[in-house]
């Protein structure tokens, strides 16, 4: 069985096959439903934050994070929570221009609390994960 590397727009070497490089996706609002939860805590927002310092993000991109938070339900305790998981859980230094940068591009929508009365009508959940942003 034999493969022709040409026809998969990639050549190779003595060192090996070359590697395609990544494209940077198109903008996109990110929505991360449980963000203030573990797994967005240990991987999820360190890995974002490792995408956007390598220039793999979008050039324009959100992320809105959907989960339960402590205190204040807002942009900078959410912001707060990111810097905290990105110190703790991060493989790189987390430099004051990269925080900045990556900081503006995080919001917050609190998780709604749970209603004491249950409706018969079954209220839509979403299902969508990323989404381009208008007119992008």
């Given at each position: ?78 912001r707060s929570h990111v810097h905290e998981a990105l110190a703790q859980f991060g493989r790189q230094e987390v430099t004051a221009e990269d925080w900045e940068r ?34 992008g």
């Amino acid at each position: 069985m034999s493969s022709d590397r040409a026809d998969l727009g990639t050549s190779a070497t003595a060192a090996g096959p070359a590697l395609a490089q990544p494209s940077v996706p198109d903008d996109h609002v990110l929505i991360l439903f449980g963000a203030t939860g573990d797994l967005a805590k240990r991987k999820l927002l360190p890995g974002m934050f490792h995408l956007a310092v390598a220039g793999m993000m979008p050039e324009r991109y959100r992320i809105v994070g959907s989960g339960r938070i402590d205190g204040a339900p807002d942009a900078e305790g959410f912001r707060s929570h990111v810097h905290e998981a990105l110190a703790q859980f991060g493989r790189q230094e987390v430099t004051a221009e990269d925080w900045e940068r990556f900081a503006a591009t995080c919001r917050l929508r609190p998780r709604l609390p749970s209603s004491p009365k249950r409706s018969s009508t079954p209220s839509p959940r979403p299902s969508v994960t990323s989404a381009p942003m208008p007119g992008g």
